[in-house]
Nanobody, 115 residues
Framework: QVQLVESGGGLVQAGGSLRLSCAAS????????AGWYRQAPGKQRELVAK???????YYADSVKGRFTISRDNAKNTVYLRMNNLKPEDTAVYYC?????????WGQGTQVTVSS
């Protein structure tokens, strides 16, 4: 059973940076695609970035060039480096993976960007 725990959120001014971490338990995590999603108040949850087991990456257009997703399989951890943050990046950020067709989510970490 894979469990995910996010950390690294907080309050930052526009133009600032944060690095989110998603620590996973379970050996199957390194073999799975992992993604970061976010949900702002009153909006649907949206995919921000994802990374495959082979380190192929995908980014939403809104974060391309500002966010970088990476993974350290030795630490069973996926990261999201967020630079040049904007107020519209304010949301709860969730880590996600799929193991044996089961969607697994972390509890989320709040990111607030002030203008």
């Amino acid at each position: 059973q894979v469990q995910l725990v996010e950390s690294g959120g907080g309050l930052v001014q526009a133009g600032g940076s944060l690095r989110l971490s998603c620590a996973a338990s379970g050996s199957l995590f390194s073999l799975s695609t992992a993604g970061w999603y976010r949900q702002a108040p009153g909006k649907q949850r949206e995919l921000v970035a994802k990374i495959t087991s082979g380190d192929n990456t995908y980014y939403a257009d809104s974060v391309k060039g500002r966010f970088t997703i990476s993974r350290d399989n030795a630490k069973n951890t996926v990261y999201l480096r967020m630079n040049n943050l904007k107020p519209e990046d304010t949301a709860v950020y969730y880590c996600n993976t799929v193991v044996f067709e089961k969607n697994i989510w972390g509890q989320g970490t709040q990111v607030t960007v002030s203008s």
